[in-house]
């Protein structure tokens, strides 16, 4: 067994992926303030078919002993997403939007490993963690930009239901570092997570095609 916290090996083991998941040409444009309202949706649209398949995946696990613990009612965004797709196309949102390629790829990844805990959890700390940390800037920097208020816009990231957002990734880490399961499933949940860091990675790397319409028009 490692002598490090499992918290702490996951994180060390997928920095490498996690840095590269920050060095995107559609972000980049994004808090650079080049991108229309429109294509600022076109990123909520595809956080909001990953969310509804990871809320619907945390629903399913539940009464599982080893998910349960990263089972967050208080973190599910579905709704959040609609507020914010609703400000940004108005009522006919759903009409406007669809998964990019990346986008299903990504979903049907949560939707098979739904049912395997540590696949969860690995898609589920890709996600949150990044969204309860650097995605906290990217909701300041929206706001300046955009003038979103919390109601719509940016709601995404907003957590207010958490509180204290270090003391929640204390716990959530604790929690990593508590999981009932030994090394060579702790093994696989690294790889799965490093799997979801490259989905989620490619999702980001096709939203490009937004970037290049904009500054093309």
């Known amino acids: 067994m490692s002598e490090s916290p499992f918290s702490e090996v996951l994180r060390n083991a997928t920095w490498g992926d996690h840095e590269s998941a920050e060095d995107d040409s559609y972000l980049k444009a994004l808090m650079a303030g080049q991108l229309s309202r ?6 909520i649209a595809q956080h909001y078919f990953a969310y509804v398949a990871l809320d619907e995946a945390s ?3 539940a009464a599982d002993p080893v998910a349960a613990p ?3 009612p208080e973190l599910y965004r579905e709704e959040a997403l609609i507020r914010d797709l609703e400000t940004v196309y108005g009522a006919g949102w759903k009409s406007r939007i669809e998964p990019s390629k990346p986008t ?4 049907a990844r949560i939707n098979q490993v739904a049912t395997w ?7 589920h700390y890709t996600r949150y963690m990044g969204d309860l940390s650097g ?9 300046k930009i955009y003038g979103y208020q919390p109601g719509g816009g940016v709601d995404f990231y907003l957590f207010d239901e958490v509180g204290s957002l ?5 716990e959530y880490r604790a929690r990593l570092d508590a999981l009932p399961v030994d090394e060579a499933e702790k093994q696989r949940i690294i790889r799965e997570t490093k799997l979801a860091y490259l989905l989620n990675t490619e999702v980001l790397g096709e939203l490009g095609r937004v970037v290049r319409a904009e ?3």
Do not use: D
């Open 59 to 61: 629903r399913s696990l």
């Open 215 to 217: 500054l093309a028009a």
């Open 117 to 123: 805990p540590g696949g969860y959890i690995a898609h």
């Open 166 to 170: 270090p003391r929640f990734k204390n």
């Open 104 to 107: 299903r790829t990504l979903v």
């Open 38 to 43: 429109e294509a600022y949706g076109e990123l």
């Open 135 to 143: 995605g906290q800037f990217i909701r300041m920097e929206l706001q």
């Open 70 to 72: 990263f089972v967050f």
